[in-house]
Every structure is written in C-alpha cells, then in structure tokens.
C-alpha cells in the first residue's frame, strides 16, 4: 500500500494536468485548443487592430501559419466596403462601448484571387477605463449562383495550395499525411476540402478529385497526381 502523500506526488498520465494546476491555466490551454478548432476564421485583435491570435481557417485564406499573421493589422489585410463604415466602431472605442458591427469586407488571397465576405466584429472586454479587444469573425461568401457560364471556367478561382491539396487527395492520402507535405495542420487542410466541396456542390472526397479532374485543375495523364500546367503558349 502506498501512503496518501505518495498517490498525491504521483506524475499525473500524459495529457492530462495535474490535480492541483492552476485553473485559470488549465482553461486558458482549453480556450486556446477550441479556439483553433473553430471552423470559421477568427482572429482576436487589441483595439487598434493588430492582431493578437488567428486560427487556422482565417490564415488559411492567405495559405500561411497563424504565426505569420500576429502582429499585423487587420486593416493591413480586409478591405471594408465603403469609406465610413469603420466609423461607428471608431466611435465605439473611444466610448469603451461593448457592441457588436457588422461590415462586408473583400481580401486578396496570397494566389491574388478576390475574396468577399462579412466581417462581424465584436467589442470585448471587462476592465473598467480600457478600450475593449476586437474578435473578428469572418463569413466568407461562396460565389453567387447564376445561370450556366458561356464560356469555360477559369481554374484561377483555385489556388496553388488548393491544387497542390486535391492532387495528394487524389493520391489516397489521409488530411494528415496532406498536412505534413504540405505545412498545415489536419484541421486547415479540411478547411480547404470544405470550401472547395461547397464551391463545387459535391459531397465527398472521391466526387471533389472527380470534378477537379474534369475543371482541368489536375493533369489528367499524370501519376502520381499533380496540378495541371498551364495550357502551352501559341
């Protein structure tokens, strides 16, 4: 048998923290944890707009690391639509005042295609006399629908990390093993296949390499797979 203050200094399994950890550091590393995992893109800004913490699914819009988007400032990044929609916010801060905005917002992607859609933004924060911190929560639009287009379909709409992404899947590899070849985490390689599954109204992965196939986006006589080249030169 062993004495209570030996099962009390015993090392706690892998994983999970000890009994006695600090609470506010146990639910910081849970925070942290979930606030990656959010599928839509997020990032937590102080009141000037530079960022503090992104997810993955925001950096996955410019194809990098959340790590190389701290320290930049929003506005560096979003376009808002119209000149004066910043300025309720504006007018927020400088009241300290808690409220949620609404803006519509475009952005060039590191592959220079258009993005557009709705950033909400959030003033957070409790201490008394200090501007609140900005949570960005971005909807990103998929394209509008319409009536069939008379002429082929760009592939420009996909970037060369979604091509590089749909040629592994084509491959049989798992999120994963794509995650490593590619330098994503498994979470921000399914945010890519999500987006493209929708954009391309198909249901699974064997439909999304079928569709990339006929967009021309991978070289049909290729193996292993791989993105298709642009057409030659005349």
């Given amino acids: 048998m062993h004495s209570p203050d030996h099962q009390a200094n015993r090392a706690p399994r892998s994983g999970f923290p000890a009994p006695d950890s600090d609470p506010a550091v146990v639910w910081r590393n849970l925070a942290t944890l979930l606030f990656d995992r959010i599928p839509l893109p997020v990032a937590y800004c102080d009141a000037t707009g530079t960022i503090l913490t992104v997810n993955q699914a925001m950096a996955s819009e410019w194809g990098t690391l959340p790590s190389r988007l701290i320290g930049r400032r929003a506005l560096d990044l979003f376009r808002p639509a119209g000149e004066r929609r910043l300025d309720p916010i504006s007018e927020a801060l400088r009241l300290r005042r808690r409220s949620r905005y609404p803006i519509e917002v475009s952005w060039s992607t590191k592959e220079d295609t258009e993005g557009h859609g709705e950033m909400i933004i959030d003033l957070v924060g409790d201490v008394p006399n200090v501007p609140p911190n900005l949570l960005l929560i971005l909807h990103v639009h998929d394209q509008p629908s319409g009536p069939a287009p008379t002429r082929p379909e760009k592939t420009a709409r996909v970037s060369d990390m979604e091509k590089r992404i749909l040629a592994l899947v084509a491959t049989g590899l798992t999120s994963a093993r794509i995650a ?18 929708r954009r391309w109204g198909v249901a699974n992965r064997a439909a999304l390499v079928a569709r990339a196939y006929t967009k021309g986006v991978l070289a049909p006589c290729a193996w292993p797979p791989a993105p298709a080249g642009p057409p030659p030169a005349r």
């Fill in 180 to 197: 490593t070849e590619v330098g994503l985490t498994p979470d921000g390689v399914n945010y890519h296949l999500a987006r493209l599954s």
